[in-house]
């Protein structure tokens, strides 16, 4: 079945670092999604990415869909401290009925 | 206003004890779905509704149960909840279920189940 890893599993960072997770499927994709869930939340929609090679941007986040359509990749400029939680990808591919969620970067900001 | 509603939000059960879950959507989503989360780990999905049309996941045991009475409606049903199935218990839903804008999924604020 179709399998879509994430890494890191956590990541800490200071302040006003960047970070990057990466996200990748063993099928490839005809879309994939990105959430964010805060701490005790629930997930919550950030973007979705369809084209080969798209690139989509929200205030520090960057998103990037790969050219083969089988990665992706989210960059964040200038973490700040509410940009804690964890980041889950979610893609599927042609013939599946449903996303798969990857397993998630969990995101800690130190002030 | 909530899109997604779950009662109740914080659920305790006793082991082996029937227990319920509700979920109510004001999207008028075709799909509807339930996953577990249990701490630190990604959402795993149970099962999904496609209007009435009913898909199980594989690996979901029996003890795991859902109706959908409409289109709004969907419950989770755990016929005799074990320690293991203490564990947040989300609900989506999304327009479509794979592609286009219409996959996108919308969460609940998740019942979290307490088993003693």
């Known amino acids: 079945g179709q399998q879509v890893m994430q890494i890191p599993q956590y990541q800490h960072v200071q302040e006003g670092e960047d970070f990057t997770t990466y996200c990748n499927s063993s099928?490839?994709?005809?879309?994939i999604q990105w959430y964010k869930q805060r701490p005790g939340g629930h997930p919550v929609f950030l973007i979705q990415?369809?084209?080969?090679?798209e690139v989509k941007k929200q205030k520090r986040l960057t998103f990037q869909f790969g050219e083969a359509k089988k990665n992706s990749s989210l960059h964040i400029t200038a973490t700040q401290t509410t940009d804690v939680g964890t980041y889950f990808c979610?893609?599927?591919?042609?013939?599946?009925?449903?996303?798969?969620f990857g397993s998630g970067t969990q995101l800690t900001v130190l002030p | 206003d909530a899109m997604v509603i779950q009662n109740p939000r914080y659920q305790v059960t006793q082991f082996g004890k029937p227990v319920t879950l509700s979920c109510s959507q004001t999207?008028?989503?075709?799909?509807m779905y339930w996953y577990q989360q249990k701490s630190s780990q990604a959402p795993k999905l149970l099962f999904h509704?496609?209007?009435?049309?009913?898909?199980n996941e594989a690996d979901t045991p029996d003890n795991f149960q859902s109706r959908r009475p409409n289109t709004s409606f969907c419950f989770l049903d755990i016929r005799s909840p074990g320690l293991g199935d203490a564990a947040m218990y989300l609900c989506?839903?999304?327009?479509?279920?794979?592609?286009?804008?219409?996959?996108?999924?919308?969460f609940g604020p998740g019942t979290r189940l307490t088993v003693l």
């Open positions: 989506a839903t999304s327009r479509g279920r794979t592609s286009g804008r219409g996959s996108t999924q919308y």
């Open positions: 979610a893609g599927a591919s042609g013939s599946a009925r449903q996303l798969t």
């Open positions: 509704y496609y209007d009435k049309d009913f898909n």
């Open positions: 990415l369809v084209k080969s090679g």
């Open positions: 999207l008028n989503h075709n799909v």
């Open positions: 099928t490839t994709l005809s879309n």
